[in-house]
């Protein structure tokens, strides 16, 4: 270096020259400012200027990411770009330019670290203002000049260049890895030669030993993990439509074989985020004292993970030839083949098996997930993470490209250590705009989860963790339990645009309601809370869809009377002191629709006692604006956004999404969510309740909204040529769309114009202490109940034993009170769900009314009711634990009809939700990206960004 000084020829422009000698002393930041400035306003071509010139951009160690940010301006690129285009395409070139020569020379010197450094902040601020405008984007695809080729061989593109060096400056030896002390024949200052699957950077999978690392090296590797995000970041420009279409050619490159530190890097980024503790050695508010750089690699190294494990090969180029374009400048750019194994990043995820492995993924991502559940005696004495939902987002992604993970993940006890973190969160965020769609996200994982026997199995365990859980009151039980008080939570409370959920929340309670043998009294409380919410006719007839969610609970109640009957005593006594919901239900009348009363938009909350059992219960939020389920099929949603209530974020109980409140992306709920149904053997654990014979099962009706077809010979229902609501546009479905897929209901006929406003409908009156006088009463469609024999429920309970006081007082009829009393009270105003152009009509409540699925409750409490009432009356019973008892002692010998099958309605996933995944995922990258603001004032086109939160 000082001869080179000494041989250097003087320059004839010494005062300029002196200015560049100005970077690095205490006018640094005023000579970068200046460097910058030079670029805007000389109109002339810098591309024959020397490596002085250029120096002064990224040779200053002073230098931080946030002088770079606040030192260029938005308005200095787009100055830029409109003004001086030849610079700014000059500067992207020679930074490129710079970071592949550092490459050549393995990153060798303090020198070349702060030059990869600073080129890295300098791309990572311009490179979002040139996805900004599209032809600038085809900039990093023209051929690189600069690059090294073989004869005969075609230039790279420059961003392959940039990539290919960014990948092998991950695997750095003392810039980002620790040398290896092994001795070898590779060169050290030849990356390009050097064995990566050495250097992965902690211990886990592949590697056993961890290899070391300082906070220098973990810097590093968060600086270009930043600018590798940033350079996948051309969808945030592109609109929902355009995405589908949209081939990422920059993650399709760092995905294909091209990449040679696939492996090494998709092992270290896993083992990073498995492997790290927040908590460390506990000392009390040490992190609010000493900075983590591990803490920040480990986020970005998670966001990485969702961005790699998110990319598709879109399906327009899934076999096409490499695109070629042509920039408006006359530049020929480069496509790259797209490469047929398609992501590298998940095919090598899928083939992960060894239960090790498994083990440490499903350990480590939980061990995360519980830190905010975290509880200590000094307030907030130890570290929080904030990245929740990337942790989810890495789940959700893992159960999809590896079933095997999946199924290690219902055998280990690591179902637990995510199952109730997931649900305190979805608790907390019921309330929280800006974090709806982390809340779908955890519903989806729990479809996923409930479409597998083991899970409905596994929540049968004890609930024993001592956890506070806001607004959920105490109580004993299994997880199943507080699957159900936080499902009831969230629609009785949470935001209105939740309500495209409701489908998947009782789908969730259906699949796993044959699996649970005791549900505990508070769970059955607010099941029948909802039933009675949504079998009110103001309710039903207030949208077209909104019956599907009366289907729902009914296939949960018949699922557990037929086959888990015996410990689920809490539930039969509930539905005994609810039987006034479904006699109205039998018998509601078909011309009510005419007839009863709509409430108004936000309508004045009655008194707690003024409620009647069959009305709305108090604290409870129907569904509004949005429609609900479909069928087990589809679920079309609108696209539409709602704009968040006043006063909805300011509840209680609200987690922070992070230290510092930024603006967060406002994202359309997913507008079609699929299943398909599957017929599953009954398992020992799910035997009916009862022996039956076939005759007793003659007339009973279908238990889902539509009748159920037989079942082909693999045990899942045939396909069937789906035909979707008036609501929904007609798409061909795929043969795996129609696996399992039943028809859906007749379309109702088209509505008349209703008439003026009535008094409501009066309720059906409870039958008499008779069932023949019960079952004169009934829908034709049920009048194979009135044929049916004399039933009487044998009971082994002897009843109270006589005190020294006399005979007790026996218990009145009038104390089996409605269960929504003990739901509690609230004055929350109803929002009214009714849809302003939706008129129902007698015949579209027949073509519905008639398919409901209530032979097995209706033939229980013809039963049951008459004889609980007497022996509430005639014995000595006091207190609802012997009602209990009786029901529990007793037996349903010749009661139901035959079991019907149970179908479990799986997950399936549709373009609707890819691109709704994509979205989310990106937004949650780019408000997690902040410090330094990547994104912050380009102009997103995937998403609206909100900056009311």
């Known amino acids: 270096l000082i001869s080179q000084a000494c ?109 990869v450094l600073n080129c890295t902040r300098l791309l990572i601020r311009i490179l979002p203002y040139l996805f900004e405008a599209p032809d600038w984007r085809l900039l990093f695809w023209s051929p690189a000049n600069f690059a090294e080729t073989q004869d005969g061989e075609q230039p790279q593109a420059l961003a392959q260049v940039l990539l290919n060096s960014l990948a092998d400056l991950l695997f750095c030896p003392d810039f980002t890895v620790i040398p290896n002390s092994k001795q070898g024949p590779e060169n050290p200052d030849d990356l390009s030669s050097l064995d990566s699957c050495e250097y992965i950077w902690e211990a886990g999978i592949g590697c056993t030993v961890s290899p070391g690392t300082t906070k220098a090296i973990d810097s590093n590797r968060t600086e270009i993990l930043k600018l590798l ?32 530190h696939v492996l090494p890097l998709l092992t270290s980024l896993i083992n990073v985020v498995c492997s790290y503790d927040p908590v460390g050695y506990g000392v009390p508010y040490y992190y609010t004292l000493v900075r983590d750089p591990r803490g920040e690699l480990v986020e970005s190294s998670s966001q990485l993970l969702c961005l790699l494990f998110d990319y598709t090969l879109p399906a327009a180029h899934a076999h096409g030839g490499p695109p070629t374009h042509v920039m408006g400048r006359g530049q020929q750019t480069l496509g790259i083949q797209e490469p047929g194994m398609g992501n590298l990043f998940c095919s090598f995820v899928s083939r992960l098996h060894q239960n090790g492995d498994l083990e440490f993924i499903a350990k480590g991502l939980t061990t995360l997930l519980c830190n905010p559940l975290r509880q200590t005696y000094l307030p907030q004495s130890i570290k929080k993470i904030y990245f929740s939902q990337e942790l989810y987002i890495l789940f959700w992604k893992l159960f999809e490209m590896n079933k095997k993970f999946l199924m290690h993940m219902l055998r280990s006890p690591a179902l637990f250590d995510l199952l109730v973190p997931l649900l305190y969160q979805l608790l907390e965020t019921r309330t929280n705009p800006a974090l709806v769609g982390m809340l779908h996200v955890g519903v989806f994982i729990l479809l996923l989860l409930s479409g597998e026997r083991n899970f409905g199995v596994r929540l049968n365990k004890p609930f024993t963790q001592r956890l506070y859980l806001p607004d959920i009151p105490k109580f004993t039980g299994t997880h199943a339990d507080l699957l159900f008080l936080v499902f009831h939570k969230i629609i009785t409370s949470g935001l209105p645009r939740l309500q495209p959920l409701y489908d998947c929340l009782l789908t969730v309670l259906v699949n796993v309601s044959p699996y649970l043998k005791s549900l505990s009294m508070v769970a059955c409380a607010r099941l029948m809370h909802l ?26 109640f018949n699922n557990v009377i037929q086959y888990q009957f015996d410990g689920n005593t809490n539930l039969i006594y509930s539905l005994i002191r609810s039987k006034a919901v479904f006699y109205q239900l039998a018998n509601l009348p078909e011309d009510s629709c005419q007839t009863v009363q709509k409430r108004g938009r936000t309508a004045v909350p009655l008194p707690p006692e003024e409620h009647p059992a069959q009305e709305q219960p108090p604290g409870t939020q129907p569904p509004s604006q949005e429609p609900t389920a479909q069928t087990s099929g589809e679920t079309e949603i609108p696209s539409q956004q709602e704009q968040p209530v006043p006063g909805e974020a300011e509840g209680e109980g609200v987690p922070s999404t992070g230290p510092e409140a930024h603006p967060v992306p406002d994202i359309d709920p997913p507008k079609r969510i699929k299943t398909i149904e599957v017929r599953v053997d009954v398992e020992e654990d799910s035997q009916p309740s009862t022996p039956v014979t076939p005759a007793e099962g003659a007339g009973r009706v279908s238990p889902t909204p539509q009748q159920v077809p037989p079942a082909s010979a693999e045990g899942n229902t045939p396909p069937k040529e789906p035909t979707p609501p008036p609501s929904q546009p007609s798409p061909t479905p795929t043969a795996q769309d129609q696996l399992g897929q039943q028809a859906p209901p007749p379309e109702p006929p088209k509505a008349e114009d209703s008439p003026p406003r009535t008094q409501p409908h009066p309720q059906a009156q409870p039958p008499p202490s008779s069932s023949t006088a019960f079952v004169s009463g009934l829908p034709p469609h049920m009048a194979n109940l009135e044929n049916a024999p004399p039933l009487t429920f044998e009971s082994s309970y002897d009843g109270p034993k006589p005190t020294k006081k006399g005979r007790p007082k026996g218990l009145s009829v009038n104390d089996l009170l409605p269960l929504h009393r003990d739901v509690g009270t609230s004055t929350k105003q109803l929002v009214e769900p009714a849809t302003p152009d939706f008129k129902p009509t007698p015949e579209w409540v027949r073509s519905w009314k008639q398919k409901l699925p209530l032979n097995t409750i209706l033939r229980v409490l013809q039963v049951l009711v008459p004889q609980v009432e007497k022996l509430c009356t005639d014995s000595n019973v006091k207190t609802e634990h012997e009602v209990l008892e009786y029901l529990k002692n007793g037996t349903l010998v010749g009661l139901l009809p035959v079991p019907h099958p149970i179908l479990i309605r799986k997950y399936q996933t549709s373009e609707s939700t890819e691109i709704w995944f994509h979205t989310y995922i990106w937004g949650v990258v780019y408000v997690r990206n902040f410090d330094p603001p990547i994104w912050y004032d380009s102009t997103i086109r995937l998403f609206t960004v909100n900056k009311q939160y």
């Open 7 to 115: 041989t250097a020829p003087f320059s004839c422009k010494q005062q300029s020259t002196s200015s560049y000698e100005r970077m690095g002393g205490t006018n640094s930041k005023e000579a970068f400012r200046t460097a910058i400035l030079d670029l805007i306003n000389n109109q002339q071509s810098v591309t024959t200027q020397d490596d002085t010139f250029w120096d002064r951009y990224w040779s200053d160690a002073s230098l931080t990411t946030r002088d770079y940010f606040a030192l260029v301006t938005p308005q200095d690129i787009k100055e830029l770009r409109e003004k001086a285009s030849g610079n700014l395409t000059a500067l992207c070139f020679k930074v490129v330019e710079r970071i592949n020569n550092a490459t050549a020379t393995a990153c060798s010197g303090p020198n070349e670290h702060v030059i």
């Open 531 to 556: 039933m009675e919410s949504f079998a009110t006719p103001w309710f039903l007839y207030a949208k077209s869809t909104n019956h599907y969610l009366v289907f729902y609970l009914l296939e949960i």
């Open 229 to 260: 995000m940033t350079c996948f970041s051309e969808p945030l420009y592109l609109t929902p439509e355009e995405l589908s279409s949209h081939s990422n050619r920059w993650l399709a490159h760092f995905c294909s074989p091209e990449n040679r």
